[in-house]
């Protein structure tokens, strides 16, 4: 079982910035794809960026240039989403995801951290 905590989120103005922090903890064999994902009220899911096992990267047209994900440098199974230039249209509950991978069948997703941009 895997087990993912985001924190990090919070509330900040215009032009802020935040950075995130997905922890995964638990019996984990194998790296596997990581995902941000962000969700606003009323509306749907979406992807935000993601990092593959070879530590390529991708991220929405809406948060490129803003935002830079990574792996924990300690701890590969980890990873953080630095959030810049922050704006109101950022706000949202930002979810971190594991996907399945060789190790592990299964996909998890984390509870979730709220970051709010407003003046």
């Known amino acids: 079982q895997v087990k993912l905590v985001e924190s990090g989120g919070g509330s900040v103005q215009p032009g802020g910035s935040l950075r995130l922090f997905c922890g995964a903890s638990?019996?984990?064999?194998?790296?596997?794809?990581m995902s941000w994902y962000r969700q606003a009220p009323g509306k749907e899911r979406e992807f935000v960026s993601s990092?593959?096992?070879?530590?390529?990267?991708?991220y929405a047209d809406s948060v490129k240039g803003r935002f830079t994900m990574s792996r924990e440098d300690s701890d590969k199974h980890s990873v953080v989403l630095q959030m810049n230039n922050l704006n109101p249209n950022d706000t949202a509950m930002y979810y971190c995801?594991?996907?399945?991978?060789?190790?592990?069948?299964?996909?998890?997703w984390g509870q979730g951290t709220q970051v709010t941009v407003s003046k």
């Open positions: 995801k594991r996907s399945r991978s060789w190790c592990n069948s299964l996909e998890y």
């Open positions: 638990g019996y984990i064999a194998c790296r596997a794809d």
């Open positions: 990092i593959d096992i070879d530590d390529g990267i991708k």
